[in-house]
C-alpha cells in the first residue's frame, strides 16, 4: 500500500510509498544507491558533482532513467519513485552551467539546490518542468530561497549529516509553516519510521533521510564507513567547518584516524571554498574523513536498501497505529 501525499505536494509524489527523500551524499551516491531508493518507493538523490568528469553525468542520468523506466514497465502496481540531483549553487562551481544542460537532457524531475539560491537555476528546472527543493539551515534563507523561486523547501536542521544547520526541527519548521504552504522537508537524526511520523506531526510534509543509506549494501562506500556507521551513535559525531569551509557534522572515528583530535580542530575560512573542476580540492585531503549526522544509533547492521525501506515502512504505520490508539478524549498519564 502506497503513502498518499497531503495537499501541498506536486503530483510527482504519488508514487511514494513513504513520504521520503534519500538525501545526496557526497561520494556515497551513485546509479546503484538511487536506483534501489526509487524501486524501494522513496526519492533517491545524489550529487551532480559525484559524476567525475562532468561527461560522467550524462551516463548516469541515462542509467537511471533506462533502468526506472524498466521497472515501471514490469511493475505497474509497483511504479518508482522520482529521482532528484543535487546542484551545489556556489559561485566556485565550474560546473554548474554543464551540469544544468545535462540535466534538461534529461529532464531531471527534482533539482535540490545548497549553498546559494539562483532565480536562474529554478527557471531551468521550471522550463523542462521540474520542480526545485532547495535546502537552507535558518528562516533568512528560506525566504529568499522561495523569493528566488525555489517550489519547496529542506529544513536541515540540528543533527543532520553533512552540512547541518543548529535550529531545533521544532522550531524551525513551525516558523517556517507560519508563512510558507509549500512543500517542507525535514532533514536532521530522521533513522526510523516513527522519526518520519513526527517530521509530518510538526508539520513538514516529507522526510529527508541520508546518514542510514551509508550503511547499505548499495551505497559506494568503503565497508569500514559503514562499520563506523553502524558502531556509532549521537554522542560520536562532531560539529566541525574544518574540511569544506561550512559546518557539518561527521564521525569522530574518521577523525581521529586521521591524526586529528576532534576536541581541538581549527576553524575553517568559508571564503576559501571551491567547488570547481568537479569538487572542493581541499576535500581530496580529507577523504577518509567521513560525514554522518546524529540518527545513527538506529542503525545496527549493514542492509540492502529494499530492506532498510521496508523496515521503515513497518515502523511508520506502527506509529500511526499506535498514535491513533491514544485515548480520543485526552492524554491520560
Request: aromatic share 8%.
Amino acid at each position: 500500500m502506497g503513502y498518499e501525499t497531503g495537499m501541498a505536494l506536486p503530483a510527482l509524489f504519488d508514487r511514494l510509498r513513504l513520504p521520503v527523500i534519500g538525501s545526496p551524499l557526497f561520494i556515497v551516491s551513485g546509479p546503484e544507491l538511487v536506483i534501489a531508493q526509487c524501486k524501494a518507493g522513496i526519492v533517491g538523490s545524489f550529487p551532480a558533482l559525484n559524476a567525475r568528469p562532468q561527461a560522467q553525468l550524462d551516463e548516469w542520468l541515462h542509467q537511471i532513467t533506462q533502468e526506472l523506466a524498466a521497472w515501471n514497465r514490469d511493475n505497474p502496481d509497483r511504479p518508482a519513485a522520482p529521482f532528484a540531483v543535487n546542484q551545489i549553487v556556489h559561485r566556485s562551481n565550474d560546473r554548474l552551467e554543464a551540469d544544468l544542460a545535462t540535466c534538461a537532457k534529461w529532464q531531471v524531475p527534482i533539482i535540490i539546490t545548497s549553498l546559494g539560491a539562483q532565480e536562474a537555476v529554478n527557471q531551468a528546472a521550471h522550463g523542462w518542468g521540474g520542480i526545485v527543493l532547495h535546502d537552507v539551515i535558518n528562516d533568512r534563507f528560506a525566504r529568499k530561497a522561495v523569493e528566488k523561486g525555489a517550489d519547496g523547501l529542506i529544513l536541515v536542521c540540528t543533527g543532520a549529516g553533512g552540512h547541518a544547520g543548529m535550529l531545533s526541527p521544532f522550531a524551525f519548521v513551525q516558523e517556517t509553516r507560519a508563512w510558507f504552504d509549500g512543500p517542507i522537508i525535514l532533514s536532521g537524526s530522521i533513522a526510523n519510521g516513527g522519526a518520519i511520523l513526527a517530521a509530518q506531526a510538526m508539520g513538514a510534509d516529507l522526510a529527508y533521510i541520508g546518514s542510514p543509506f551509508i550503511a547499505t549494501a548499495e551505497a559506494n562506500a568503503d565497508a569500514p564507513y559503514k562499520a563506523g556507521i553502524v558502531d556509532s551513535g549521537a554522542s560520536d559525531i562532531v560539529y566541525t567547518n574544518l574540511f569544506t569551509g561550512v559546518h557539518g557534522n561527521y564521525l569522530r572515528s574518521s577523525i581521529v584516524a586521521a591524526g586529528l583530535d576532534p576536541d581541538n580542530l581549527p576553524q575553517s575560512d568559508p571564503s576559501k571554498m571551491n567547488f570547481g573542476s568537479g569538487g572542493n580540492q581541499k576535500v581530496k585531503a580529507w577523504r577518509d574523513i567521513w560525514g554522518s549526522g546524529q540518527g545513527i544509533g538506529a542503525i545496527k547492521s549493514v542492509a540492502p536498501v529494499a530492506d532498510f525501506v521496508a523496515r521503515l515502512d513497518d515502523e511508520y504505520r506502527a506509529a500511526r497505529a499506535r498514535i491513533a490508539a491514544l485515548p480520543k478524549g485526552g492524554w491520560v498519564g
